[in-house]
């Protein structure tokens, strides 16, 4: 069998946690090997378990989820996904800074939670549609430009578009059904775009596609 990804769910309410334990529970291929209701537990199970993805909450009592963030990562104990009902760009840019591989909000569907696990698992980004544009705003438009435009040229009509519409916001899942594609096809598409391009994660594509003018602020996947 396969080994599964193991999971760790940090967050102060008891129903919050009980509610992605349920919802993971029926994957195949997760484990939830603990749970946390603050910040300071959080690192000690990261430490001690060693998670490959662990879904950290911002506010807690005692240490915060961004604090607690920066820790993990720093001594390599996990892959952070920020989840949070407040979408605040404090927060937002916080936890980037601090590490996270992952921020989304928690009215996000079950499907796509479980999907953002898999996608920072396999050592990617991913960023809520809702908060794509902001992280474009903030890092796009500021400082000396790092993307080499020319580079799309090496990319196939097909990868542009995949492209473009992780730079829209959206998943996998919504790309496979745009393009009427299978999510592994979706999947060896962005792998490719990335390798392609040099870059790490898809926010690192997000920013290139809107760099580049492949896609534009206020353009509509469903165009």
Do not use: W
């Not at 309410?13 to 484990?31: C, Y």
């Not at 690192?43 to 920066?70: K, N, S, W």
């Not at 496979?176 to 392609?196: F, P």
Request: net charge negative; glycine share 8%.
């Amino acid at each position: 069998m396969t080994d599964r990804m193991r999971v760790l769910l940090v967050d102060d309410q008891d129903l919050v946690r009980a509610g992605f334990r349920m919802i993971l529970s029926v994957e195949q291929d997760i484990e939830v090997v603990g749970e946390a209701s603050d910040g300071e537990k959080a690192i000690e199970l990261a430490l001690a378990l060693r998670p490959d993805v662990v879904l950290m909450d911002v506010q807690m009592p005692g240490m915060d989820g961004i604090t607690a963030t920066q820790r993990i990562v720093a001594e390599d104990a996990g892959k952070v996904v920020i989840l949070t009902t407040f979408d605040r760009d404090d927060y937002l840019f916080e936890s980037l800074g601090a590490g996270a591989s992952g921020f989304l909000l928690k009215n996000t569907a079950p499907e796509d939670l479980v999907e953002a696990i898999q996608i920072v698992h396999s050592g990617h980004a991913l960023l809520a549609p809702e908060v794509t544009r902001r992280v474009i705003k903030r890092f796009a438009g500021a400082g000396e430009r790092v993307y080499r435009p020319d580079l799309l040229a090496g990319l196939t009509e097909r990868e542009r578009e995949v492209l473009g519409l992780i730079a829209r916001g959206l998943t996998n899942t919504e790309i496979a059904a745009q393009l009427y594609v299978g999510e592994a096809t979706v999947k060896t598409h962005v792998s490719r775009v990335l390798l392609k391009l040099g870059l790490r994660d898809r926010v690192q594509a997000v920013v290139f596609a809107y760099e580049c003018g492949l896609v534009t602020p206020g353009d509509d996947a469903s165009a």
